[in-house]
């Protein structure tokens, strides 16, 4: 168990996780996720949004699997490995709206950095805008870090606060499967929410079994090697360190490879799949995202990943995620192919005071 | 008497940002940094060896606690 554990925790045990993610990541979207959309956390949360009718996008609407997978993958690791630990306390309403507002910049962007990696991968040079902006968001964060930035400490908590996220999760299963209809017209005949698309991104995924299984491995080994897309940025900004930078370099490099394998590499920047060419909100958009990453302690997926822990605060910042999502599809604030939505800059342009009034009044003195 | 950091409950990368304070601050010596998760026990384990400090760990109750030395 030790050697197994030495391994995950080592530079070849992270690349390892990286390269499981880029390569399922193709796969996925070869098998019917949406293009240069394996996986995107923000992206599978605002569709599993729009499948509970948090919004009424009707091109995004569906019960994501990997989402759901992601946590489950992360609380069997940390069961079998001695570390699920229920948590919570620290600052949950502000990292609540952290996420919140995270979710607004990366639908501004079209992506969570998990996409902006893939969407690099496979030839989307709108990507290389939105990771600068994503870099420029946690370097912000990072001088908050600097000057004794913290949301406080977490406490141990009763055992059911950890169990719950996980249960929500399985509940969304059921949901999906049985995929029952909880809403009436008028007229009193059942309707949606649960939604599924017809059309649009929504409608696109890969069979049910397979995002099921490839999530498990995805929340297994991220929960196991920390795997965290805005730490590996912000360590090599904080402390000149590329141990998690070298997962994510597994991720893209191993997507690419595979989609050239797949036939999914498209290099360009007009006309990429859901994407936008305006290099301003692109960059704003991730710069959002990237600091309340920075300032939450997790990107999307690890905010994910340590909810299946039992880390009550990160299961806040995630359903901040969810209904940031709702708020931006209902309000116009959400990106289409066409540029940013109408409500949609103003919006970011808020999101960065809010996270900005964050760091400063969350400053303590370092002894 | 060692210099004694409690990180415990502080979020990542809290635990690291002390560590590398009180070792810029020292520089060799000997101090001890109590954590409560597996991951922050690997993250200051690991900057402080890639710092040049030796890393002894000690298994509490729900916590560790980590002796960091360097001659």
Same mark, same amino acid.
């Given at each position: 168990?030790?050697?197994?554990?030495?391994?995950f925790?080592?530079?070849?045990?992270?690349?390892?996780?990286?390269?499981?993610?880029?390569?399922?990541?193709?796969?996925?979207?070869k098998?019917?996720?949406?293009? %240069?959309?394996?996986?995107?956390?923000?992206?599978?949360?605002?569709?599993?949004?729009?499948?509970?009718?948090?919004?009424?996008?009707? @091109?995004v609407?569906?019960?994501?699997?990997?989402?759901?997978?992601?946590?489950?993958?992360?609380?069997?690791?940390?069961? @079998?490995?001695?570390?699920?630990?229920?948590?919570?306390?620290?600052?949950?309403?502000?990292?609540?709206?952290?996420?919140?507002?995270?979710?607004?910049?990366?639908?501004?962007? #079209?992506?969570?950095?998990?996409r902006?990696?893939?969407? @690099?991968?496979?030839?989307?040079? %709108?990507?290389?805008?939105?990771?600068?902006?994503?870099?420029?968001?946690?370097?912000?964060?990072?001088?908050?870090?600097?000057?004794?930035?913290?949301?406080?400490?977490?406490?141990?908590? +009763?055992?059911?606060?950890?169990?719950?996220?996980?249960?929500?999760?399985?509940?969304?299963?059921?949901?999906?499967?049985?995929?029952?209809?909880?809403?009436?017209?008028?007229?009193?005949?059942?309707?949606?929410?649960?939604?599924?698309?017809?059309?649009?991104?929504?409608?696109?995924?890969?069979?049910?079994?397979?995002?099921?299984?490839?999530?498990?491995?995805?929340?297994?080994?991220?929960?196991?090697?920390? @795997?965290?897309?805005?730490?590996?940025?912000?360590?090599?900004?904080?402390? +000149?360190?590329?141990?998690? #930078?070298?997962?994510?370099?597994?991720?893209?490099?191993a997507?690419?490879?595979?989609?050239?394998?797949?036939?999914?590499?498209?290099?360009?920047f007009?006309?990429?799949?859901?994407?936008?060419?305006?290099v301003?909100?692109?960059?704003?958009?991730?710069?959002?995202?990237?600091?309340?990453?920075?300032?939450?302690g997790?990107?999307?997926?690890?905010?994910?990943?340590?909810?299946?822990?039992?880390?009550?605060?990160?299961?806040?910042?995630?359903?901040?995620?969810?209904?940031?999502?709702?708020?931006?599809h209902?309000?116009?604030?959400?990106?289409?192919?066409?540029?940013?939505g109408p409500?949609?800059?103003i919006?970011?342009?808020?999101?960065?005071?809010?996270?900005?009034?964050?760091?400063?009044?969350?400053?303590?003195?370092?002894? | 008497?060692?210099?004694?950091?409690?990180?415990?409950?502080?979020?990542?990368?809290?635990?690291?940002?002390?560590?590398?304070?009180?070792?810029?601050?020292?520089?060799?010596?000997?101090?001890?940094?109590?954590?409560?998760?597996?991951?922050?026990?690997?993250?200051?384990?690991?900057?402080?060896?890639?710092?040049?400090?030796?890393?002894?760990?000690?298994?509490?109750?729900?916590?560790?606690?980590?002796?960091?030395?360097?001659?």
């Amino acid at each position: 168990m030790t050697t197994v554990k030495n391994f995950f925790a080592s530079r070849w045990g992270i690349v390892s996780a990286g390269v499981f993610v880029g390569v399922f990541a193709a796969v996925l979207q070869k098998l019917g996720n949406p293009a %240069n959309m394996g996986i995107c956390v923000a992206c599978m949360e605002r569709d599993i949004a729009g499948a509970l009718g948090l919004h009424r996008a009707a @091109l995004v609407q569906y019960l994501r699997p990997e989402i759901i997978a992601f946590v489950l993958g992360a609380f069997i690791a940390a069961l @079998l490995f001695r570390e699920f630990k229920p948590r919570g306390g620290s600052s949950p309403i502000l990292r609540f709206f952290l996420g919140f507002f995270a979710m607004i910049g990366a639908l501004v962007f #079209l992506g969570c950095p998990w996409r902006a990696l893939l969407r @690099l991968a496979g030839g989307d040079g %709108n990507a290389i805008v939105g990771l600068a902006g994503l870099t420029a968001g946690i370097w912000v964060g990072v001088l908050f870090l600097k000057s004794g930035y913290t949301l406080g400490r977490t406490t141990k908590v +009763k055992s059911f606060s950890g169990w719950i996220f996980p249960i929500a999760m399985v509940t969304l299963l059921v949901l999906l499967l049985v995929a029952p209809q909880f809403g009436r017209t008028p007229e009193g005949t059942p309707t949606g929410p649960i939604f599924f698309s017809s059309k649009g991104p929504g409608s696109q995924h890969a069979p049910i079994l397979i995002s099921l299984l490839v999530g498990l491995g995805v929340g297994f080994l991220a929960q196991r090697t920390r @795997l965290c897309t805005m730490g590996a940025i912000r360590d090599v900004i904080l402390i +000149k360190n590329t141990h998690l #930078l070298s997962g994510i370099l597994g991720i893209v490099v191993a997507a690419f490879v595979m989609n050239l394998v797949l036939g999914q590499f498209k290099a360009g920047f007009a006309g990429q799949p859901i994407a936008h060419t305006d290099v301003l909100w692109n960059f704003m958009g991730m710069a959002l995202s990237g600091l309340a990453f920075a300032l939450a302690g997790g990107c999307p997926g690890r905010q994910l990943f340590l909810s299946g822990e039992g880390d009550g605060d990160a299961a806040v910042f995630a359903t901040g995620m969810i209904v940031g999502a709702g708020f931006s599809h209902n309000f116009s604030m959400a990106s289409s192919a066409a540029g940013p939505g109408p409500y949609g800059p103003i919006t970011v342009i808020i999101g960065l005071i809010f996270c900005m009034v964050v760091g400063f009044t969350m400053r303590e003195k370092m002894a | 008497m060692s210099d004694k950091i409690d990180a415990r409950g502080l979020s990542c990368p809290q635990p690291v940002i002390l560590t590398s304070k009180k070792i810029k601050e020292l520089e060799k010596g000997v101090f001890e940094v109590l954590v409560d998760t597996d991951t922050s026990r690997e993250n200051v384990s690991r900057f402080a060896q890639r710092s040049g400090w030796q890393v002894e760990v000690d298994r509490m109750e729900d916590d560790y606690r980590l002796v960091l030395r360097k001659d």
